[in-house]
């Protein structure tokens, strides 16, 4: 069967878009007997933050459907919320870094000269470094939020974005449109954002679901290493780091987790794949 | 030149130079030719006489890498030359429209007939979003676009070649040009669509009293339009006279070459070869000594060779004629 760009992205866009709608209504489905909104009973009766010594480490079960964490929380609520810490860095880090990069590689690639070799020689430097690195010495550095690690893996990714515009803006500034609007007295700006952005854009467009994907990856990493979204907020990566030491006998407050985020990124990537036309078959 | 009534578009000595690996090369040398108010003036050539980037220099348009390397193009008295960014983006679009070839490429795919005017119209005429709209959707009414009302909403993929040429058009006049430059505007149309478009530019330079720097390599178009024909060759002006006279009687062998090449009455029976001028335009950084045209033209002799012509005045009917041929030192004017 011939499958086309938009069959082959179907099932993963709606898988990838099962996230921001948990996030979304993540204190709707999740919370303790009192602090609901509304005062609806949620379907999943635990508060993520609420700890509960009596029933620590307890397995999944009927009243615990993905069991409790070493601190006796349940796992499924804190799942839930994290939802929202992870898509909220990866939306707001694939933004930036196709607004930074898209920006950048246009007017590199718009102006030439001496602005195209100052943006290639920062791509250059950027893409440089390790950027685990980078994120890791930026997050020590700045004050420990969820918005500072989705600034700080923007400033890693958009290089790729950058190229791509800037690659698209080179062959779009000779086209025969571009010197008939400069012919018409178009100025350089409405010549960068209105003739050449919106065709340039699509490439960097099709990575977000990478930048998407890698964000989320960084963020649980980061979090893992305790450099990441601070408590209470419940983190995937920092469910990963406290179940370490009970991975022997509580495999389930990692096993969760670990399974959101494979889903998580894997459907980004199938998407990014099914958008750039690769991953055939 | 009389200082009281300047020419509208006065260009003296104008050369465009694109560097080379040996160098610059010139890719248009030393022209200069003069548009009065409401003239229409031809610029004649093949491809690669340096036309179009002539047509271009006007406004200071030439493209990357290229740049104008000596002389001055005055417009309404204005020196182009000394214009900042500002004023250069006012003239463009404003005093001196374009219309260029290629209407399937020289529109922006992804922007509406109807943005791409009211862009012009706030731009050139200072008019508010409300006021230009309305502007835009005359200005379709006049080139004649059909359903002019729903094309302004329309992406140019949506129109035929001939209704993206007036949509041009439109574009080219609503910022109130005095010249406009129309760079080979019906070449890319079918002979009855090219026709209409001709008529119809023909129609409105009349009502509004616009000059026309018609550049083209289609003799026939000449002859149907202009007032004046300037011919051009290997970068340079090599004859100019009033177009009738120029068709009638050339005065440079080259523009005998260029009309013996179209199909004539008497000439154009079936199965019988069309003469051609043999050869082609030399590129500009392998051009001869002497006259460029030398190489390939029938009545060149040692001196061609050698020695690049000068003007020479050409006697004529009407009007001043000249051409830069040795052939022509004879004819006393």
């Not at chain 2, 329309?154 to 129109?159: A, E, G, I, T």
């Given at each position: 069967m011939r499958t086309t760009p938009r069959t082959r992205a179907a099932p993963a866009a709606a898988l990838l878009l099962l996230f921001p709608l948990v996030a979304l209504l993540a204190p709707l489905l999740a919370h303790g007997p009192s602090g609901g909104p509304g005062g609806l009973r949620a379907?999943?009766?635990?508060?993520?933050g609420e700890p509960d010594l009596d029933a620590r480490l307890r397995p999944p079960g009927a009243d615990h459907w993905l069991g409790t964490d070493d601190l006796g929380r349940d796992v499924l609520a804190r799942l839930v919320h994290g939802a929202r810490v992870s898509t909220g860095v990866g939306l707001l880090a694939a933004a930036l870094s196709i607004a930074v990069g898209a920006l950048a590689g246009a007017l590199a690639g718009v102006a030439g000269g001496a602005t195209d070799r100052g943006v290639l020689f920062l791509v250059e430097v950027v893409q440089a470094f390790p950027p685990l690195v980078l994120v890791a010495a930026g997050a020590a550095f700045f004050p420990p939020a969820a918005a500072t690690i989705a600034v700080l893996v923007a400033a890693t990714s958009w290089p790729d974005s950058a190229r791509l515009v800037r690659a698209q803006a080179r062959r779009l500034v000779r086209a025969p449109f571009v010197d008939a609007a400069r012919a018409g007295g178009a100025s350089a700006t409405r010549i960068l954002f209105r003739h050449v952005l919106p065709g340039a854009l699509a490439p960097a467009l099709a990575t977000a679901p990478y930048v998407l994907g890698a964000a989320v990856l960084t963020e649980a990493g980061l979090s893992f290493l305790g450099?990441?979204?601070?408590?209470?907020?419940?983190s995937w990566g920092r469910a990963l780091a406290d179940a370490r030491e009970s991975l022997g006998s509580a495999w389930w407050c990692a096993a969760a987790p670990a399974a959101a985020l494979f889903l998580f990124v894997l459907s980004a990537r199938r998407l990014g794949d099914a958008l750039s036309g690769r991953g055939r078959g | 030149m009389g200082d009281a009534d300047p020419p509208l578009l006065s260009v003296r000595g104008l050369s465009v130079a694109f560097p080379g690996p040996a160098g610059d090369v010139l890719a248009v040398e030393e022209v200069s030719f003069d548009v009065g108010r409401g003239e229409v003036v031809a610029l004649v050539g093949e491809s690669g006489s340096g036309k179009t980037l002539t047509g271009l220099a006007l406004a200071r348009l030439v493209p990357e890498p290229g740049r104008i390397a000596a002389g001055t193009v005055r417009f309404e008295g204005v020196d182009v030359g000394s214009l900042g960014e500002r004023d250069l983006s006012r003239l463009r679009g404003g005093a001196i429209g374009y219309v260029f070839q290629e209407p399937s490429t020289a529109?922006?795919?992804?922007?509406t007939i109807g943005s791409e005017l009211v862009a012009v119209l706030r731009r050139h005429r200072g008019l508010g979003r409300r006021e230009a709209r309305a502007e835009a959707l005359s200005w379709l009414r006049r080139v004649a676009l059909p359903g002019a009302e729903e094309r302004l909403r329309?992406?140019?993929?949506?129109?035929s070649g001939g209704m993206r040429q007036r949509a041009m058009l439109a574009l080219a006049l609503a910022g109130g040009p005095r010249l406009l430059v129309a760079?080979?505007?019906?070449?890319?149309?079918?002979v009855t669509i090219q026709a209409q478009v001709l008529g119809l530019l023909a129609s409105l330079r009349e009502e509004l009293d616009l000059a026309v720097l018609l550049v083209t390599h289609d003799l026939g178009v000449v002859r149907e339009v202009a007032g004046r024909a300037l011919v051009m060759y290997a970068g340079h002006l090599v004859e100019e006279g009033p177009a009738e006279d120029v068709l009638a009687a050339p005065a440079h062998p080259y523009t005998r070459g260029l009309l013996a090449s179209l199909p004539s009455g008497e000439d154009a029976a079936p199965g019988r070869r069309l003469p051609a001028l043999e050869g082609s335009v030399p590129e500009p950084d392998a051009r001869p000594p002497g006259c460029s045209f030398a190489p390939r033209c029938p009545d060149a002799f040692a001196r061609c060779r050698t020695e690049a012509p000068g003007w020479y005045a050409v006697p004529g009917a009407s009007g001043t004629r000249r051409a830069a041929c040795f052939l022509r030192e004879g004819d006393a004017p």
């Open positions: 379907p999943i009766p635990w508060d993520p450099l990441g979204t601070p408590p209470p907020a419940p | 529109l922006d795919p992804v922007r329309d992406l140019p993929h949506r129109m760079d080979e505007p019906t070449t890319a149309l079918d």
